[in-house]
């Protein structure tokens, strides 16, 4: 769709499903790299394919984009530094939630951020949105996007996509949804 989407410059995807690229050398051309993956153990980031990690972070300090949806925003502990300085915050397993719940409103944080041009507030009959998400105490690059009131036995305000301009000019966009796409 974005190859094809008008009024946006030409576009290049490649899409690789359920795998990283053969040759991870695919990836250096990369704009911005999305990930919609399974977490923690799972994640392409993991502590035993650390080569992976190290590429990504070549990549990110040469100012390649990163947008991570739902499970992509969990990585284990021993790869969350390379997270937290790429995209501002990670589903720590010691820390975070991940409530199902009904009648999910989700507020914009931030009305006037670019990435919320267009957007207006939502309601979900069902979703599950990660919260209590780890964030790097007084990182000031990290944005609040998205908010929501969960977990629904404890409620409180909790940011569930953020957005983070990193000194390398490169830009993270995180989500903890949709777990129903």
Request: proline share 7%; aromatic share 8%.
């Amino acid at each position: 769709c974005l190859d094809t989407a008008p009024g946006l410059p030409p576009l290049k995807t490649r899409v690789y499903l359920d795998t990283w690229p053969q040759d991870p050398r695919e990836l250096d051309d990369a704009a911005t790299i999305v990930l919609n993956w399974e977490g923690w153990n799972l994640h392409l980031v993991n502590a035993r394919q650390r080569e992976r990690a190290q590429k990504l972070d070549q990549l990110m300090k040469r100012g390649v984009g990163l947008v991570c949806f739902h499970a992509a925003t969990a990585v284990e502990k021993n790869v969350e530094h390379y997270y937290l300085d790429w995209v501002g915050g990670n589903k720590s397993p010691d820390y975070s939630l991940h409530p199902m719940a009904r009648e999910i409103d989700v507020v914009l944080a931030d009305a006037e951020h670019a990435l919320c041009r267009g957007v207006g507030p939502m309601r979900f009959a069902e979703e599950e949105f990660y919260c209590k998400i780890l964030f790097r105490a007084g990182d000031q690059r990290v944005r609040p996007i998205l908010t929501a009131t969960l977990p629904p036995e404890r409620p409180e305000k909790q940011v569930i996509a953020w957005a983070v301009e990193r000194a390398d000019g490169g830009r993270a966009f995180a989500c903890t949804g949709p777990h129903y796409h």
